[in-house]
Nanobody, 125 residues
Framework: QLQLVESGGGLVQPGGSLRLSCAASGFTLDYYVIGWFRQAPGNEREGVSCSSGKSGSTNYADSVKGRFTISRDNAKNTVYLQMNSLKPEDTAVYYC??????????????????WGQGTQVTVSS
């Protein structure tokens, strides 16, 4: 059974850091595009970051460049999102997603084939 399970969300003060994890089961991440989306109340879901397993290339939304870093540990079949210098506008439910195609490049709004259940990130003082 294919499954993506996120963890690591929580409440953090502005300027703080969190690391989100997404553990995959039922398939291996190695060659696929995997990434993170987020959705704040009243807003549409938006792409945050993606990683190509084929090339190792990554991509980020302008709003998080220089603050967020996506990485993957293929041995653990897990992808991470390190979030630093968090801002109140980063508050959202964060979703991990995978595209079961092999691509050298990825777009942050890639067409996902499977999604995790989401983890809440709240940035507030």
């Amino acid at each position: 059974q294919l499954q993506l399970v996120e963890s690591g969300g929580g409440l953090v003060q502005p300027g703080g850091s969190l690391r989100l994890s997404c553990a995959a089961s039922g398939f291996t991440l190695d060659y696929y595009v995997i990434g993170w989306f987020r959705q704040a109340p009243g807003n549409e879901r938006e792409g945050v970051s993606c990683s190509s397993g084929k090339s190792g290339s990554t991509n980020y939304a302008d709003s998080v460049k220089g603050r967020f870093t996506i990485s993957r540990d293929n041995a653990k079949n897990t992808v991470y999102l390190q979030m630093n210098s968090l801002k109140p506008e980063d508050t959202a439910v964060y979703y991990c997603a995978v595209d079961f195609t092999v691509q050298f490049m990825c777009a942050i709004d890639f067409q996902a084939d499977d999604w995790g259940q989401g983890t809440q990130v709240t940035v507030s003082s």
